[in-house]
């Protein structure tokens, strides 16, 4: 009898509880598998935002190394040029040393504070620029900053300035600033968003930039 009572037992296949026990780790497993996912996910978008900010960063650099181009040794005296009048964003240094600036928006350089997903630069008005057609500030992704201050004044024609970019996008989750404008509005404080850092991811460069000297 007991032999037939396991038999039969075995027969019948699996009891609700078993079942139920079943979909329930086979649920667990699944949802692991899409926290992992979402984290991956997270990782790929932080990690192309990352190499985006860089590569604006870098360009910013060389921008300013362009804009040292035409900082001629002032001892020059035809067609002389000098850090005020013949720069477009180092000249910044008399007048915000040491201060994070929104740096403007160029035309003859089609180059600016603001760039889209793709690091684009967008225009200040939209209607320029390299970061599609009818792009606004609104929709800027990236915004960067510079910092300029003296390492040797240029008084005796021989002039070096420090040139530190930083370039901030919003974290995931977190919208506008801490004023209430968009990423990249001229209205953002420098300040303000230095001190947000639980707000902002940022990317910081930093390089000399020389005055050039006359031939």
Known sequence: MTARRIQHARARGYTVVELMMALTILAIGVSGIIAMEKVTVAAN?????LAVASRIAEAWQEQLAADAAQWNHPSEKQNKRDLDSDTTWLKLVDSNP??????QWSTARQFGAAFDALGNPISESGASGTGGAGATLSQAVFCANIRLDWLY???AGNGL???QVRVFWVREGMGGTVNGKSVCDPGASPTNIGQAV???HF???TAAVKQQTAI
Do not use: F
């Open 45 to 49: 978008q932080h990690a192309k935002s």
């Open 98 to 103: 040491g201060k994070w600036v929104r740096p």
């Open 153 to 155: 004044p240029d008084t």
């Open 161 to 163: 300035i420090r040139a």
């Open 198 to 200: 639980t707000r902002y």
């Open 203 to 205: 990317v910081y460069q």
